[in-house]
Each structure stands twice: as structure tokens, then as C-alpha cells.
């Protein structure tokens, strides 16, 4: 973390981010999202909370009689919203990254489109929104019996990472940190056990993870691992399986092995667990918010607040 940032307030509860959000909004220019596919209950409820919670201006894109159909029945004004009609997942695609290309919107939500039809689209080299490096998704989770935010990668971009993509998604996941307050977020690296053991190859890319942080090869932050999910985030385990470790029981980030153990891990916090969630994909020119196409409004307008609070973060670096 720059200098220049050394003051963000840390952040503890989904809350607190959409309170930042709000805090950031107020002092400059409103942010605007651009949703694709904004045809949808969920989408159109997160937009109009983030536009009456200061977070964000809303940009609606996808077929306009319904968004309308669906402000109206919510007692709202359609032209106070900005509405850009679609009439396929291709043409949405294609107008938010027009939007975005042109500087009327700041960041992306995925609405009631798929992940890889949207992404597709808006990261052709023609709209600029694609930059060098991996796209990876960070889910900030709030679980109730956690002392503190969650962040689970990658759970909705990466299938298997390699080793050297692992680097990149904790890169990204740590600049998510960073911009949430955590100076130097400590990093779980997740496999089976806590030990190095021949028959599991993940275990040893852990440990050399764990050995690049120590020798800044990936910086402020701390990497440890391998660490089993209740290792990485309950002292009672780590006290009983007698592991030294300042991340163990403290992990502001778990990085799992796949798309699958990432996905399942997040949405069962979130079933299982009551969690709230925000999720957003770094590595573009713009966060983009990602979430379940089934996701709670709050859970979208959360990701959406959570995407302005990183945004700006990146800008004033």
C-alpha cells in the first residue's frame, strides 16, 4: 500500500463498505454502473438502492419495456434512471461496453446475463476495457461467526489455476484487501491438511507462496499454507493442531485450489453460513461486479459498492 493511502478506514462488515461507498460519492463525482441485463427484479431493486444509498448512478441496458415496466411498478420515474435498450445478450454486451468505452460508466454489474457471454464481448480489444494480466473474482463475505470480512478467490473466473496464476489472483485479491483498509492482509493458501506431503502436489505450491511472500516476491501481504479451511480461520483448530502461524485463525483472504472448492466454499458461507456477500473481478480497466444471476438485490447492490470502493482505491494510488 502507497503512502498516499496509508489513512483508508478499515472496513469490517459489508456495511462498512457501502458506507465508504457512500462517503466517496459524496466527495466527488457520483460513480455510475453500467448493468447488463438490467431486466431483472433483483438487478432493478440493487439499482435503485445504490441510487437512494449515494453509492451509484445507474446505467440500465437489456430490453427496455420491462425495466421500465419494473421501475414503474416500484413507484419510480424511468427517466431518472438512464435506460439503453437491447434486444439480445449480444447488443447488451456490446452497449455496456460502449457505456464504459466512452467514460459514461465507471463500472460493470452483471445482471440477468451470463458470466461468459457478458465478459466475451466486453473485453474485445476494440473497447479497451481488456488490460495485460489475469482477470480473477474476489468474494468479500461477512460470515456471522467470523470476527471479521472474508475474502474467498477465485471462485468465478480462474478453473484451475497454475501456479503462476495463483501469484496473479492473490495480487488481485490483496488489492481488494488493501483498498478495504488491510495494510498487510494475510493470506491462506487452502489444501486438505496443514502439512507438506508428497502425495499432494498443492501442498507444496503453497509453501512456495508462503516463501515468495517472505521474500517479497508477492508483496505486503502474508502468505501461509497449506492450511485447511478451519486452519486458516478458527484459533481453536490451530491451537489444537499446535500450528505457528500469524495467519492461521487470522486469514483475511483464502485462496482455494479451483473454480469448484471457490465456488462452493463462498455460496455455502453464504447459504449455510448467512453470510453477505460482494463480489467483483479485477484485472480490467473497470471492476466489474459478479454475482449469482440468483443473488440477493442487497448481495448485487453490496458487489456494486464494493466495485466503487476498489475503483477508487485504484485511482488514487
Known sequence: MTEKNQNIPLLLSIEDIIQRAR?????????????????DEAAIDAAISANDEGIAEAVLVGDSKRIINMLEERGRRPGD??????DNDRETAEKVAETVANGEAEIILKGLISTGKLLKIILKEEYGIRRKGLLSHTAVLAPRRYHKLLSVTDGGMVIKPTFEQKV???RNSVLVSWALGIKVPKVAVLATIDQVIYDFPETFEA???SKMAQRDQIISCE?????????AIWKKAVEHRGIKSTVAGEADIVLAGSIEEGNILAKSLVQFGDASFAGVILGARVPISLVSRADSAFNKMASVALAVVVSHFIKTR
Do not use: C, Q, T
Not at 81 to 86: A, D, E, H, T
Open 168 to 170: 496473479e489472483i492473490i
Open 207 to 209: 509453501a512456495a507462496l
Open 23 to 39: 462517503e466517496i460519492n459524496g466527495a466527488d463525482k457520483p460513480y455510475r454502473v453500467a448493468i447488463a441485463a438490467a431486466h
Open 81 to 86: 434512471f438512464k435506460v439503453i435498450s437491447s
Open 223 to 231: 502468505i501461509d499454507g497449506p492450511l485447511s479451511f478451519d486452519s
